[in-house]
C-alpha cells in the first residue's frame, strides 16, 4: 500500500473543483486560428495593403480610370483588382472556402461596404483606414462589412471564384 491520498473525486456538474485541483479547459481551436488557407496562401500584411492602395491610386491616374475600369472588370471575378492582380492578393470569403466574385466585389465590397466604411471613415477621423495594423486578421472595416479576407496568393491557387 502507498501513503498518497486518493485522487480527488469530480464534483458534480455546476458545481467548481475543489481548491488546489487542476481542470482541463477546451479551446476551440479553429476559431482561434481563422481559415484554414491552402499551402501558400497567407494573409496579406498590413505593409502590403498599404502598397496596394497606392499602386491602385497610380493606376487609376495613369489609365485614366477608363481603362482601370475595364481591366478591374475582368479581374473582380477573380477577387481581385488591378492592384492586387499586379501584387499577387486576392479577395477570399472569411471563411476559407475560396475567393469572392464580382458580384461581391462589385455590389457587396465596392458599394455597399464603401458606402458603410465612408460613414465610419468619417466620424473617426481617417482612423480606422489604419485598421489593418491593429486587427488580428490584418481585415479593414469593408472587410468587416462584406466578410472578406486579403491573402497573398502568388502561386494563383484560388484561379476563379
Known amino acids: 500500500m502507498s501513503d498518497m491520498p486518493p ?8 458545481m467548481p473543483p475543489p481548491p488546489g485541483v487542476a481542470t482541463q479547459v477546451h ?12 499551402p501558400g496562401v497567407t494573409i496579406v500584411t498590413p505593409g502590403m495593403r498599404l502598397l496596394a492602395y497606392l499602386l491602385e491610386g497610380v493606376l487609376v491616374v495613369v ?13 473582380a471575378g477573380n477577387g481581385q483588382t ?10 477570399v470569403k472569411t471563411d476559407g472556402s475560396g475567393p469572392v466574385g464580382f458580384g461581391t466585389m462589385l455590389f457587396m465590397r465596392g458599394l455597399i461596404a464603401g458606402f458603410v466604411a465612408s460613414i465610419a471613415i468619417t466620424f ?11 486587427d488580428k486578421r490584418n481585415q479593414n472595416i469593408w472587410d468587416k462589412v462584406s466578410s472578406t479576407l486579403v491573402v497573398n496568393d502568388p502561386q494563383n491557387v484560388w484561379p476563379a471564384a
Open 82 to 91: 488591378p492592384a492586387k492582380k499586379i501584387l499577387g492578393q486576392r479577395v
Open 7 to 14: 485522487p480527488p473525486a469530480s464534483p458534480p456538474p455546476g
Open 124 to 134: 473617426t477621423l481617417g482612423i480606422l483606414l489604419l485598421m489593418p495594423f491593429w
Open 63 to 75: 489609365t485614366l480610370f477608363i481603362g482601370w475600369l475595364i481591366w478591374a472588370a475582368f479581374t
Open 27 to 38: 479551446v476551440d481551436a479553429p476559431a482561434l486560428a481563422g481559415p484554414a488557407l491552402p
